[in-house]
């Protein structure tokens, strides 16, 4: 049986990511799950808003069924240039660069554009900025906190 196979396949990673504390968006095996839970614990000891759910696969995939988004418009290399990638390779975590923890706090006076380049340096200013920067200037997507974080503001 095909199924219970790969759902034995399953319990196994499940298990080895759980022993070593592995996040399941931080391999480096080029395979991601079609809808995945943004739960990074590197960068938040405590998530106090409700886990965003990403939906990978749709994102990528063509239009009519996904929204066609090529992989360079979130995944890029070190000079922050577009990675021209296909279905299976691995990329690197986001915070493997923008590796600054928790919520960036502005300085007092900061002028705009450094604010701006501060916050690229944490994961929270990165992933924020990559999804909701789209969302806007493509005029669909949620940009509202509750429509990724939704209400009650629990795990
Ligand atoms: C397009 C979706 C999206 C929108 C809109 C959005 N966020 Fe997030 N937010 C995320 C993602 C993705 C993360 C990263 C979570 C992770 O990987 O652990 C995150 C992380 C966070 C975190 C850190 C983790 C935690 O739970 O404490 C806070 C706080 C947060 N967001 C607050 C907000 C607030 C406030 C707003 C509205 C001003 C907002 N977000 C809008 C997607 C979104
Ligand atoms: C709309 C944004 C977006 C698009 C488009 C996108 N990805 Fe991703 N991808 C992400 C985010 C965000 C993560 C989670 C990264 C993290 O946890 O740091 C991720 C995770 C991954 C992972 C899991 C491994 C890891 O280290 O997290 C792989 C592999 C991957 N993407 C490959 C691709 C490929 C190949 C394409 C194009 C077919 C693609 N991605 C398109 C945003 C995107
Ligand atoms: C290999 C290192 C590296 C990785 C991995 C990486 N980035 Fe970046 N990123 C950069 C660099 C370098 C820049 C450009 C310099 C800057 O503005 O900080 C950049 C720029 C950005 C920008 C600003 C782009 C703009 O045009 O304003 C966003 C947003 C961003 N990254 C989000 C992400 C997200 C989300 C991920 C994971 C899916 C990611 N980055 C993974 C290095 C990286
Ligand atoms: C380059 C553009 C782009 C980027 C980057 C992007 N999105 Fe989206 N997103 C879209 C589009 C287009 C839609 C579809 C909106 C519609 O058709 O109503 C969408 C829809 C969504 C939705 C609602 C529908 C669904 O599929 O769940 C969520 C939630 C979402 N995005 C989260 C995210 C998160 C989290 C990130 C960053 C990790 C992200 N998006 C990055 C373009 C983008």
Known sequence: MKGK???????IVGVAMFLFGASINANESGAV??????NNTEAFAKH???????THKKHTAAEPDGYGIACGECHHDDNGKPLELKEGDAV???MECHDKAEKPKKPKGIAKEEWKEMQLEYYYGAVHSNCIDCHKTGGAGPVKCAECHPKPEKK
């Open 33 to 38: 799950d079609d809808v995945f839970e943004m």
């Open 92 to 94: 690197q975590g986001c």
């Open 48 to 54: 106090k808003k409700s886990i965003c759910m990403f």
């Open 5 to 11: 196979r790969i759902f034995l396949l399953l319990a």
